[in-house]
């Protein structure tokens, strides 16, 4: 049996540069451990908090794990595609997954997971932020950089009881059954990672087994639009909150669309089930600022405003531009969006092309591949060009680009006063945002 990580506290951190790796280096540090870590050279949001928190990052080699009692890993990681995970696996260290971390932290603590397809990141930094408004002692690891903090963590002292763990828990390849909360919320069902879950039946089980999971005396909050979601519910053996869109509080909040207001009201109503007062949870909703990539302003290029976002499934899109066209409703929007996965892209494709019609001019690069597809060359079957033109048909001006480093210089051509323009995608679209307000 693997021992705690409480054992060792000299500690490797293997592809350290992920949000999630780099926000718990931060609750390791701030907890008594000794953190170095390794990654790509490729340019992360995480390098200036790595920077700040002061741990030594390099790049891949087998000799960077000596002097390390134990090596932590990300699940993109594994003996067979990383020289530093087969020599320590060779050297017989302690290896530990991010997950299994994460739990052993988690599990010893009143755990407060969110889970859901869409909005789950906003949702969890959400209601971490209020907690620590409310002066709770809060751990929290979310899967992007909070504006409010600089980072995707709150580093709060796990060696006191009153501790609260709340976390961003993906359901990517079932991670979020390590998991074992004391409370839960659920935003949303719709299906997604088709690379590992090959029916929406599949999808869907492990939401089950997700809210099965649930401690019989804790909670689980849900909303009532999802019809899949409330089937879902029924398998916790949990208290069931269900947050009613005729009983939605309107929260005066700086992050904009009516997806915001559901993810706020899903945080508040744990933070009134956990015992924070109704004026104080308000207050912390309302003092968020947001986080990096989720309809976060970049600055301006030709008088139009730049936004970029983390969307990379159609719903996220639809909700994203829908917002944008609240915000803005006399501006044309420009959307450029990259395709993550080209299972997704295969999977959703129809779904792709159905998803701008809050957009006037749309830009598609080309996919940007998981490390799983770039080994295996998993690109056959997309057609982006085909895409270009099923938005076309929708009275669209659409145009395949797909180098992102091209496509700078033709949207600044078409951007002015009179519109608004958005980057999507979960791969390194963000880039062209930065460019075109004239930032490296």
Not at 27 to 35: E, H, I, P, S, Y
Not at 248 to 256: K, N, Y
Request: hydrophobic share 45%; glycine share 8%; proline share 3%.
């Amino acid at each position: 049996m693997k021992k705690s990580i409480w054992k060792y506290k000299k500690i490797h951190m293997i592809g350290v540069k992920g949000v999630g790796m780099t926000a718990l280096a931060e609750v390791l540090l701030a907890n008594g451990f000794f953190v170095r870590g390794s990654d790509i050279q490729e340019h992360f949001m995480t390098d200036e908090v790595l920077a700040r928190l002061n741990v030594p990052v390099t790049d891949f080699s087998a000799a960077h794990i000596q002097g390390s009692d134990a090596v932590v890993h990300s699940n993109a990681y594994n003996a067979e595609n990383n020289e530093e995970m087969k020599a320590a696996q060779d050297a017989h260290m302690p290896i530990f997954s991010y997950p299994e971390v994460v739990a052993e932290f988690f599990n010893a603590h009143h755990g407060i997971a969110v889970a859901g397809s869409h909005g789950k990141t906003t949702t969890t930094a959400m209601l971490s932020h209020l907690l620590q408004y409310a002066e709770r002692n809060v751990i929290s690891i979310v899967g992007s950089k909070v504006v409010n903090w600089g980072c995707g963590a709150i580093a709060g002292d796990l060696k006191k009881q009153d501790a609260l763990f709340v976390l961003e828990a993906d359901e990517y390849k079932e991670a979020f059954l390590n998991y074992h909360p004391k409370g839960a919320i659920i935003t949303n069902i719709d299906y997604d990672h088709p690379d590992y879950y090959r029916r929406p039946e599949d999808y869907q089980a492990a939401f089950v087994k997700f809210a099965a999971s649930i401690a019989p005396t804790g909670f689980l909050v849900i909303g009532d639009s999802d019809a899949a979601l409330a089937e879902i519910a029924r398998s916790a053996a949990c208290k069931v909150i269900v947050m009613r869109k005729d009983d939605m509080a309107a929260f005066a909040l700086q992050t904009p669309g009516e997806h915001n207001q559901q993810n706020a009201n899903l945080a508040y109503r744990v933070a009134l089930e956990l015992g924070v007062p109704a004026h104080i949870a308000r207050a912390g909703l309302e003092d968020f600022k947001g986080t990096s990539r989720r309809l976060e302003y970049i600055g301006e290029s030709h008088a139009a405003p730049v936004f970029d976002d983390y969307a990379h499934h159609p719903t996220e899109i639809r909700a994203t531009l829908g917002a944008l066209k609240a915000k803005y409703p006399k501006k044309r929007i420009v959307a450029i969006f990259q395709p993550h996965t080209y299972s997704r892209t295969k999977a959703l494709f129809n779904d792709f092309a159905a998803a701008f019609s809050d957009a006037e001019t749309v830009v598609l690069a080309g996919v940007y591949a998981s490390a799983r597809e770039k080994k295996e060359g998993s690109g056959n079957g997309v057609d982006m060009e085909a895409m270009t033109a099923m938005i076309n048909k929708k009275k669209k001006k659409a145009v395949f680009i797909e180098d992102i480093a091209q496509i700078p210089a033709y949207i600044a051509k078409r951007l002015g006063a009179d519109a608004v323009a958005v980057t999507l995608g979960a791969g390194d679209i963000w880039q062209v945002g930065k460019a075109l307000v004239g930032c490296t």
